[in-house]
């Protein structure tokens, strides 16, 4: 049960009153008592002496009944005692409270305690209750002496009323002493407690909404003693707390800015390989929300079973691990695995992944490698060629006078073409080397196409293809002349390799969203479905055959494909096969 500060206050008061009243009490009730007592047993004996004195002897020993009655009755109504008077065997001889009739029918005396000490001579005293008057009384003997010894006993008696009176006025007056200091205590204590329980509550109250994490109050200072230090000391400690409140909170925003902006996914699991935490980047890789599966098994909620054993692996053994996993989601995807233990106090309590898309890094490994040999290839095909001839012609074949000159023309063919790839290979490498610097300018696209398709005429004849120049007259563009004319180049040399005979090419533009859009459409063989994706990676040809009969290297396009996202542009296709492609590119003005 709990009792509060105010109650025990005022018990406390009360129980110190009742200790001090009942000590008071019971000391001057018995004192008082006692005084009383005596000073009425005094005076009884006085008043015996003086009574005892007026009783003629020789009248006692004669037993005068009439004499004894009279005096008797007399000194009775001056005293207000009751007087009785009794020989020396004990036989009532008179009483003031009785008649003569009654006297006779009283009992023997002789053993009443206070009459058997006077017939020793002394003067008897005791306090009994009388049956005869129902109420406790005071007695007192005296011995009545002459020369020839005790003749009889003087008794004098008094109701003990006054004494029990007084007692019971005293008592009175101390149980209602008692019942103000009560009432007082009450009062008293109700106010000091108020006034020293105020503040405290006050403090309990603004202490509760600290717990709450509402700092925005403070304990008003409202004394300067203990309660006033207590409640300096709950501010300080509440400020603290608030201070280091915050702290954690920028510290957690800090942190979890960090968790959800990063690139890679992260999940944190606990030592039962429940997911606790995961970041944006694991609910894209895995198409899950974080809500769904925070707080479920990993492999409930994530079933890639290849994880669950890497965390279950640094779970048992304490010890850092990284693999390398493949997820099917739906598209082939690699990611590097690098799954750390935490530890509470020495013990694995969870552990933390983090999972790195290498797929890009991987493609490109594969891109490199593939080059390498494609380049290899390549250069391989001529070179073989060539060295092939010059062994023939060595051989003698350089006296043979019809054929010695057809062999150095293939010679020479294979010559231009490993010429040719070369320039291509160094203007790819040098497109792609980050130190590149455009030489950007104001020209006119129209009249640089002019100029370019000026370079094909013999081509264009043999063919007898026809070409269109539909850009509009006052077309101008800012961007690095040479590198356009690159552009404009290779996509032409292709339109006119890959037509039919008598073909035709339109080059023409358009304007979106404040860019130039070029289109260079051709009538010719067009391009298969399925190779228009890959068309522009390097070394990439629908017809390899063909086109290195065309005196092709595979890296038109790719060149092409650089020099526009050097300038922020894009490039495109749309071919239906057997009827001709449309290859397009965007550049702003
Ligand atoms: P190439 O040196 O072989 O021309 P490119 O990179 O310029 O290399 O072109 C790659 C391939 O794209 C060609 O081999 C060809 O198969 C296809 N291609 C390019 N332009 C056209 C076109 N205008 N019509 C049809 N196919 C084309």
């Given at each position: 049960m709990k009792i509060s500060f105010k109650l025990k206050l005022i018990f406390s008061y009360i129980f110190v009153i009742l200790v001090s009243f009942g000590f008071i009490a019971f000391f001057l009730d018995k004192n008082l008592e006692e005084n009383s007592l005596r000073n009425i047993q005094s005076s009884l004996i006085t008043q015996a002496n003086l009574i005892e004195g007026q009783i003629a002897s020789d009248r006692l020993r004669q037993e005068d009944a009439p004499y004894l009655e009279s005096l008797v009755k007399a000194l009775s109504s001056k005293t207000k005692c009751r007087i009785t008077v009794i020989n020396n065997k004990g036989?009532?001889?008179?009483?003031?409270?009785?008649s003569q009739e009654e006297i006779t029918q009283m009992e023997n005396h002789l053993y009443r305690p206070e009459v058997k000490v006077a017939l020793t001579g002394s003067i008897g005293i005791d306090t009994r209750y009388s049956s005869t008057l129902k109420i406790n009384m005071l007695y007192v003997a005296l011995p009545i002496k002459d020369k020839t010894g005790i003749t009889g006993i003087l008794r004098l008696s008094l109701p003990l009323e006054s004494v029990q009176k007084t007692a019971f006025v005293i008592r009175k007056i101390v149980l209602i002493g008692l019942f103000f200091a009560l009432a007082l205590a009450f009062v008293l204590g109700s106010i000091v407690a108020g006034r020293t329980i105020q503040p405290i509550n006050r403090m309990i109250q603004i202490s509760h909404r600290f717990s709450k994490g509402d700092f925005s109050r403070k304990i008003i200072?409202?004394?300067?003693?203990e309660i006033g230090e207590l409640a300096v000391t709950l501010n300080k400690m509440a400020q603290d707390i608030e201070d280091k409140i915050k702290e954690a909170k920028a510290q957690n925003q800090k942190l979890s800015a960090i968790f959800n902006s990063m690139i890679e996914g992260i999940i944190v699991v606990d030592k039962?390989?429940?997911?606790?935490s995961v970041n944006p980047t694991i609910e894209k890789i895995f198409s899950v929300s974080k809500k769904e599966i925070e707080g479920r098994a990993f492999l409930e909620a994530i079933r890639n079973n290849d994880t669950y054993e890497i965390i279950n692996s640094v779970l048992a053994k304490g010890k850092p691990l990284s693999a390398e996993i493949s997820l099917i989601l739906p598209v082939r995807k690699i990611f590097e695995i690098n799954a750390t233990p935490i530890f509470d106090n020495n013990i694995v309590s969870g552990c933390l992944i983090v999972l790195h898309d290498i797929t890009e890094i991987r493609r490109l490994e594969t891109v490199r490698s593939d080059f390498v040999a494609n380049v290899s290839h390549e250069l391989k095909t001529p070179l073989t060629s060539i060295k092939g001839f010059v062994e023939t012609l060595l051989e003698g074949?350089?006296?043979?006078k019809e054929n010695n000159r057809n062999f150095l023309k293939i010679i020479q063919d294979h010559a231009e073409r490993l010429n040719s790839l070369v320039e291509d290979l160094l203007s790819l490498s040098h497109l792609e080397s980050k130190e590149i610097v455009l030489n950007k300018s104001n020209f006119n696209l129209r009249l640089q196409l002019e100029e370019v398709i000026l370079g094909f005429k013999s081509q264009l004849k043999k063919k007898g293809i026809e070409i269109k120049n539909e850009l509009p007259a006052s077309i101008s563009i800012n961007a690095d002349k040479d590198r356009i004319e690159q552009v404009l180049t290779n996509l032409i040399d292709n339109a006119i390799k890959f037509n039919k005979e008598k073909g035709s090419i339109f080059i023409y533009a358009q304007e979106v969203d404040g860019k130039i859009k070029v289109f260079v459409e051709d009538s010719g063989i067009g391009i298969p479905e399925k190779d228009i994706s890959r068309i522009?990676?390097?070394?990439?040809?629908?017809?390899k055959a063909r086109s290195r009969e065309l005196g092709g290297t595979g890296l038109g396009l790719s060149i092409v494909k650089h020099i526009v996202e050097l300038h922020s542009g894009s490039v495109g296709v749309e071919s239906t096969e057997g009827l001709g492609s449309k290859f397009w590119f965007i550049l702003s003005r």
């Amino acid at each position: 049960m709990k009792i509060s500060f105010k109650l025990k206050l005022i018990f406390s008061y009360i129980f110190v009153i009742l200790v001090s009243f009942g000590f008071i009490a019971f000391f001057l009730d018995k004192n008082l008592e006692e005084n009383s007592l005596r000073n009425i047993q005094s005076s009884l004996i006085t008043q015996a002496n003086l009574i005892e004195g007026q009783i003629a002897s020789d009248r006692l020993r004669q037993e005068d009944a009439p004499y004894l009655e009279s005096l008797v009755k007399a000194l009775s109504s001056k005293t207000k005692c009751r007087i009785t008077v009794i020989n020396n065997k004990g036989s009532v001889l008179s009483d003031s409270e009785k008649s003569q009739e009654e006297i006779t029918q009283m009992e023997n005396h002789l053993y009443r305690p206070e009459v058997k000490v006077a017939l020793t001579g002394s003067i008897g005293i005791d306090t009994r209750y009388s049956s005869t008057l129902k109420i406790n009384m005071l007695y007192v003997a005296l011995p009545i002496k002459d020369k020839t010894g005790i003749t009889g006993i003087l008794r004098l008696s008094l109701p003990l009323e006054s004494v029990q009176k007084t007692a019971f006025v005293i008592r009175k007056i101390v149980l209602i002493g008692l019942f103000f200091a009560l009432a007082l205590a009450f009062v008293l204590g109700s106010i000091v407690a108020g006034r020293t329980i105020q503040p405290i509550n006050r403090m309990i109250q603004i202490s509760h909404r600290f717990s709450k994490g509402d700092f925005s109050r403070k304990i008003i200072q409202v004394s300067k003693d203990e309660i006033g230090e207590l409640a300096v000391t709950l501010n300080k400690m509440a400020q603290d707390i608030e201070d280091k409140i915050k702290e954690a909170k920028a510290q957690n925003q800090k942190l979890s800015a960090i968790f959800n902006s990063m690139i890679e996914g992260i999940i944190v699991v606990d030592k039962t390989s429940r997911i606790i935490s995961v970041n944006p980047t694991i609910e894209k890789i895995f198409s899950v929300s974080k809500k769904e599966i925070e707080g479920r098994a990993f492999l409930e909620a994530i079933r890639n079973n290849d994880t669950y054993e890497i965390i279950n692996s640094v779970l048992a053994k304490g010890k850092p691990l990284s693999a390398e996993i493949s997820l099917i989601l739906p598209v082939r995807k690699i990611f590097e695995i690098n799954a750390t233990p935490i530890f509470d106090n020495n013990i694995v309590s969870g552990c933390l992944i983090v999972l790195h898309d290498i797929t890009e890094i991987r493609r490109l490994e594969t891109v490199r490698s593939d080059f390498v040999a494609n380049v290899s290839h390549e250069l391989k095909t001529p070179l073989t060629s060539i060295k092939g001839f010059v062994e023939t012609l060595l051989e003698g074949a350089l006296g043979d006078k019809e054929n010695n000159r057809n062999f150095l023309k293939i010679i020479q063919d294979h010559a231009e073409r490993l010429n040719s790839l070369v320039e291509d290979l160094l203007s790819l490498s040098h497109l792609e080397s980050k130190e590149i610097v455009l030489n950007k300018s104001n020209f006119n696209l129209r009249l640089q196409l002019e100029e370019v398709i000026l370079g094909f005429k013999s081509q264009l004849k043999k063919k007898g293809i026809e070409i269109k120049n539909e850009l509009p007259a006052s077309i101008s563009i800012n961007a690095d002349k040479d590198r356009i004319e690159q552009v404009l180049t290779n996509l032409i040399d292709n339109a006119i390799k890959f037509n039919k005979e008598k073909g035709s090419i339109f080059i023409y533009a358009q304007e979106v969203d404040g860019k130039i859009k070029v289109f260079v459409e051709d009538s010719g063989i067009g391009i298969p479905e399925k190779d228009i994706s890959r068309i522009f990676e390097r070394f990439y040809r629908v017809d390899k055959a063909r086109s290195r009969e065309l005196g092709g290297t595979g890296l038109g396009l790719s060149i092409v494909k650089h020099i526009v996202e050097l300038h922020s542009g894009s490039v495109g296709v749309e071919s239906t096969e057997g009827l001709g492609s449309k290859f397009w590119f965007i550049l702003s003005r």
